[in-house]
């Protein structure tokens, strides 16, 4: 019997220059992922902040905050000197977690909400203002982040 080949042809891209163009265009303008991505964000905090909020909102927050520190690590004019706001939101979000496991809901404490709220007003104008390519490149720095151990674990896994 014939050994199996491991090969797999790769996939042929028909035409290019879409592609690139695709890649140029900024998220923000993209009527459906742009907005509906901002909605997603702003739907997640309302009910964290109503007090309905669920493991699966927070997950939602927390992308938004790893995305936000990403987006500046791949231009620094998507938020550099939002760094510090950028961490106070990222330690508002752990803190509120590890209450929540002790507690069994998710609230925020005012100084949280607050920070909260300026880092959601932050990436949304990151989102603005970043193309499709930069924000790919965000969502690598995000998975080479966690696959590597490097991220601080907010939640444990269910």
Same mark, same amino acid.
């Given at each position: 019997?014939? #050994?199996?080949?491991?090969?797999?042809?790769?996939?042929?891209?028909?035409?290019?220059?879409?592609?690139?163009? $695709?890649?140029? #265009?900024?998220? %923000?303008? &993209?009527?459906? !992922?742009?907005?509906?991505?901002? &909605?997603?964000?702003?739907? $997640?905090?309302?009910?964290?902040?109503?007090?309905?909020?669920?493991?699966?909102?927070? /997950?939602?927050?927390?992308?938004?905050?790893?995305?936000?520190?990403?987006?500046?690590?791949?231009? /620094?004019?998507?938020?550099? /000197?939002?760094?510090?706001?950028?961490?106070? !939101?990222?330690?508002? &979000?752990?803190?509120? %977690?590890?209450?929540?496991?002790?507690?069994?809901?998710? !609230?925020?404490?005012?100084?949280?909400?607050? $920070?909260?709220?300026?880092?959601? /007003?932050?990436?949304?104008?990151?989102?603005?203002?970043?193309?499709?390519?930069?924000?790919?490149? $965000?969502?690598?720095?995000?998975?080479?982040?966690?696959?590597?151990? #490097?991220?601080?674990?907010? &939640?444990?896994? !269910?």
């Amino acid at each position: 019997m014939k #050994k199996k080949s491991k090969y797999k042809p790769r996939g042929v891209r028909m035409d290019n220059m879409s592609w690139i163009l $695709a890649g140029m #265009k900024k998220v %923000g303008t &993209l009527p459906t !992922a742009g907005v509906a991505l901002k &909605l997603k964000n702003h739907e $997640a905090l309302d009910s964290i902040l109503t007090g309905q909020g669920t493991r699966d909102h927070v /997950d939602v927050l927390i992308a938004a905050m790893n995305m936000a520190e990403a987006l500046v690590r791949v231009r /620094d004019e998507l938020g550099v /000197d939002w760094k510090t706001e950028i961490r106070a !939101a990222q330690d508002a &979000l752990f803190t509120m %977690g590890r209450r929540s496991i002790e507690k069994g809901r998710f !609230a925020f404490t005012g100084p949280e909400m607050t $920070a909260i709220k300026l880092m959601m /007003d932050v990436h949304d104008v990151q989102l603005d203002n970043c193309t499709v390519k930069e924000m790919e490149q $965000a969502l690598f720095i995000v998975q080479e982040e966690i696959r590597m151990k #490097k991220a601080r674990t907010i &939640l444990e896994p !269910a």
